[in-house]
């Protein structure tokens, strides 16, 4: 993964903030994650996350921009 942020010339950081400007402060509620060539993040939940929106029966759709 440092590999890869490197080539995008982001840092642990950097990505973290990203992620928790989205409410997600774990890289474990992470399945995958894309910076778009707008240098905007998008994530799809990890499945963890998934069951954890059904245990509380709240329908979440996840559209970040």
């Known amino acids: 993964m440092e590999n890869a942020l490197r080539k995008l010339r982001l840092d642990m950081d950097s990505l973290n903030t ?7 402060f774990s890289l474990k ?12 993040l998008s994530v ?3 499945e ?5 929106n059904s245990y509380f029966s709240v329908k979440v759709h ?4």
Do not use: C, F
């Not at 963890?48 to 954890?52: A, E, G, H, N, Y």
């Not at 996840?62 to 921009?65: A, G, I, P, T």
């Open 18 to 24: 990203m992620l928790r400007q989205k409410n997600i």
């Open 29 to 40: 509620d992470v399945r995958h994650a894309i910076v778009e060539t707008n240098g905007s």
């Open 44 to 46: 799809v939940p990890s």
């Open 48 to 52: 963890s996350k998934t069951v954890l």
């Open 62 to 65: 996840y559209v970040w921009k």
